[in-house]
């Protein structure tokens, strides 16, 4: 969508009168967009990110194609390779309709706390203050959550590269766990001491995105045997440990590829280190939705036309499938452990900008009085001019949640399903606001940035709304019949007992501390975004 030329219904965007403040500053990167991004109660960042590095930081934080070579058999059991192919593009689909919704939102607010700054600037006065406590805090549990599962991908991948070069290893959980303080240690520093090579790193992490994306395709296209076409396309598979449903299935095996997109607002959580944000933000998002979704569809079809043994796909011997089948293309140990180092370092890439994403909007919650010990986490490093604390914060949980993993794998598993349902969630409530903000035009007209839906925006919003809620529905479903508390899926029971801590601690601690973000929400008789 251009930023330029976009109606609102009939109404030119330029002829939409609000009695919001608009922030015009050079040092600030332009027009913030239709909402006051003033920043007078809290420090500022450096916007030390342009176009194109911000674009990069983007697509390492999805990495979709390598998201599906580290999570596709998942969809096997459940759906088969049609499931997998037909699902992915619903899912692209239904990502972008999220994407173009949260631009427009972006471009409105392009602040560090997305989600809830916007259900600050949409939610009636009434519930604003609960609806954007409870947003935020969803929202960080989900970012935490994903965060620690990229450590535990990241170290899990390596015990797999060991097993591969050395048969007589047996990976233990310990291990793993000192791995994820290793790798958590390291991001955490070039976040905070590495703060000014980020953008440069991320547009490395951007090139070898698509430079490894082609040097792993090409081998497996040359040399692997073909599956044939009615396979790919047409096969629908159950299993003995899955569903028998193939309606469910399929529905399942769609989440699997579904997955490879959450966390695609990412370089929202960036916005107040990027020039331009109102403009540049909601450009990113779509561009890299659009980029990811072609090269994992691509990647996909890779994988199922040259995946070989389908039972040895369900049975890694090597932890991951990919690696196997990587060994089986190629006959190489070596070679195997050359692509799938490439996959792990584009993750480590991916977990740097996932930090700094996820401590941002961290910081920016301290900054609207949001977390215990507020004023604390909302410090900005005079040095650095990063939120050092808020990133000593956000690796604390990692190295917390790690020992969980010593002792139970299971109770890990447990704690990070939490990241998805969390985060379609967060994208849900601003998108359901904004369909009601439409309809409702007694509160006055909605104040746009330059980056508008224009006259397809409600069609948009109730598409991406429909679509959020499906996933939704089947995200807590388990994968696995009959279900056992090793393979129970407990996304539902967390988020579930999350939200029930939350409403707790709101009712007999937050309603009488917390207002919202200060600098957002005006009175009534001052602003007409109320």
Not at 384 to 401: D, F, N, S
Not at 505 to 518: L, M, V
Request: aromatic share 10%; hydrophobic share 50%; with cysteine.
């Amino acid at each position: 969508m251009s930023s330029e030329g976009i109606e609102m219904g009939n109404m030119p965007v330029k002829s939409v009168q609000v009695s919001v403040s608009h922030a015009r500053s050079g040092s600030e990167g332009g027009y913030h967009g239709g909402v006051s991004t003033s920043r007078s109660s809290r420090k500022h960042l450096e916007r030390s990110f342009g176009s194109l590095s911000i674009l990069s930081l983007s697509l390492t934080i999805l990495s979709s194609w390598e998201s599906v070579a580290n999570s596709f058999e998942s969809g096997l059991v459940n759906g088969g390779p049609a499931g997998l192919v037909w699902g992915m593009i619903l899912s692209i689909i239904g990502t972008m309709a999220l994407a173009l919704s949260l631009a427009e939102l972006a471009s409105m607010c392009p602040r560090a706390g997305a989600q809830y700054h916007w259900t600050a600037v949409l939610a009636p006065p009434r519930i604003r203050a609960f609806t954007t406590w409870m947003q935020g805090w969803i929202t960080v549990f989900g970012w935490q959550a994903a965060l620690a599962s990229i450590c535990y991908l990241i170290a899990t991948q390596i015990q797999g590269m060991v097993l591969l070069n050395n048969p007589e290893y047996h990976p233990q959980q310990w291990q793993g766990t000192l791995m994820m303080w290793a790798i958590v240690a390291f991001v955490g520093l070039i976040n905070i001491y590495g703060i000014k090579i980020l953008p440069a790193l991320q547009m490395l992490g951007g090139i070898m995105h698509i430079v490894f994306f082609i040097a792993i395709i090409i081998p497996l296209v040359l040399l692997s045997r073909r599956s044939t076409s009615d396979f790919v396309f047409t096969e629908l598979m159950t299993s003995e440990e899955g569903w028998q449903s193939k309606g469910v299935a399929w529905c399942l095996g769609m989440l699997t590829v579904t997955y490879c997109f959450a966390g695609f607002d990412g370089a929202v959580h960036m916005s107040e280190e990027v020039r331009h944000p109102a403009i540049v933000i909601p450009r990113i998002l779509v561009q890299s939705i659009a980029i990811n979704g072609f090269m994992a569809f691509v990647f996909l079809l890779v994988i199922l036309f040259c995946i070989g043994s389908v039972e040895e796909a369900l049975n890694p011997p090597y932890i991951f499938p990919m690696i196997g089948i990587f060994k089986q293309t190629t006959k190489s140990v070596g070679a195997a452990t050359a692509m799938q180092t490439a996959i792990t370092l584009i993750g480590m890439v991916s977990n740097t900008g996932v930090l700094a994403s996820v401590s941002r909007l961290t910081w920016a919650f301290a900054c609207d009085g949001g977390l215990p010990f507020s004023r604390y986490f909302a410090h900005v490093d005079r040095n650095q001019r990063v939120p050092k604390r808020a990133i000593y914060l956000v690796c604390a949980g990692v190295v917390l949640l790690s020992v969980i993993n010593a002792a139970s794998e299971t109770a890990l598993s447990a704690i990070l399903a939490l990241s998805t349902s969390s985060l379609y969630v967060s994208y849900l409530i601003p998108v359901m606001l904004m369909i009601i903000r439409r309809v409702d035009t007694s509160r006055g007209p909605i104040p746009f940035g330059p980056w508008t839906l224009g006259r397809y925006g409600m069609a948009i919003n109730i598409f991406a709304l429909a679509f959020g809620v499906f996933v939704c529905i089947f995200v807590p479903f388990p994968t696995q019949i009959p279900v056992t508390a090793a393979n129970m899926n407990w996304s539902g029971p967390v988020f579930l007992g999350v939200v029930i801590l939350l409403v707790i601690d709101w009712t007999f601690r937050a309603r009488t501390k917390y207002t919202g973000p200060k600098d957002l929400i005006k009175s009534d008789s001052k602003t007409n975004i109320a």
